[in-house]
């Protein structure tokens, strides 16, 4: 039986990755000497793979499974290639879905996706926007960008460029502008057609995707664990969400209940003060690892 080869996104969502691992429970060791990280699960090797690429080698084989972009599996008409287990709703910094744009000067001419005709465009997703373009019947020059995408509209080098953004805010600090949205990515659950049609590596992509998911959602919950008098019991329960419903205990004082739920973390800050008012003391917040 060979392991699972598994691509880890190299780069930006790196780090981020591999935290969502040691969280969902794998720990994986990068080496500054190779690109071949050690994980402690002998039924995955890894492999560090630029997410521009990370579709081509699933979908060859040389990888079984892989994240990255939506983007760059656009990009590279993988969209039948390889099958997309689902998306991980994370990345380094916020949880906004990052988007693709046309960007130009803000004294550019330029207002619409049509006014790019017979214009110069400049994009590191190169392939996708001459379709996107084509599809529309805009006839541009669309040239592949090695970096500093944003720099070549600001010196005219060209007369706009597709970046891609989480807030916008770079593309404002560089006086630019945002002409239209041409995509939204996310990150991608991905695997070869052939290994999830092995049973065995088929179970092992499930039990990762699952255990992945379940990091994610556990970031977005939290424990409150408090004793409540039971004469104030109804008006606590009131303000309590929960997964299913709150556990309830009774104490060695059968005047107190001891409440334990599962709630939004966002809910944490308003409602452990509310719990208060409403009588409950002893009030505990802890995080969670997994939610499945």
Not at 87 to 114: F, G, H, M
Request: charged share 25%; with cysteine; hydrophobic share 45%.
């Amino acid at each position: 039986m060979s392991p699972l080869k598994l691509g880890i996104p190299k780069g930006s969502l790196e780090q981020s990755t591999i935290e969502l691992f040691a969280q969902a429970g794998w720990r994986i060791s990068p080496s500054s000497r190779n690109y071949f990280p050690s994980i402690d699960d002998p039924e995955i090797v890894c492999s560090l793979v630029r997410p521009q690429e990370m579709a081509r080698y699933v979908a060859d084989g040389t990888l079984d499974m892989g994240l990255t972009g939506l983007d760059w599996i656009l990009e590279w008409e993988c969209e039948d290639k390889v099958a997309q287990i689902g998306a991980l709703e994370y990345s380094k910094s916020s949880n906004r879905a990052c988007r693709w744009v046309l960007v130009t000067r803000q004294d550019s001419p330029i207002q619409t996706l049509e006014d790019l005709q017979g214009k110069r465009v400049a994009t590191e997703l190169e392939q996708f926007t001459r379709r996107h373009l084509a599809q529309r019947g805009i006839q541009a020059e669309v040239i592949f960008s090695w970096g500093a995408t944003e720099a070549k509209v600001v010196e005219g080098l060209v007369d706009a460029a597709v970046e891609i953004t989480e807030t916008g805010s770079t593309i404002k600090a560089h006086g630019l502008r945002i002409v239209a949205d041409l995509l939204e990515t996310r990150t991608m659950i991905i695997a070869n057609h052939d290994a999830v049609k092995d049973a065995w590596k088929k179970n092992k992509i499930d039990q990762i995707t699952l255990l992945l998911n379940a990091a994610l959602t556990a970031r977005h919950k939290a424990i409150l664990k408090m004793n409540v008098p039971v004469a104030h019991a109804a008006e606590v329960l009131a303000l309590l969400p929960s997964l299913q419903s709150p556990t309830i205990n009774t104490l060695s004082d059968p005047a107190w209940q001891a409440v334990e739920t599962v709630v939004d973390r966002s809910e944490v800050r308003d409602l452990i003060w509310r719990l208060k008012q409403a009588g409950a003391v002893g009030i505990l917040e802890f995080d969670l690892k997994k939610v499945v």
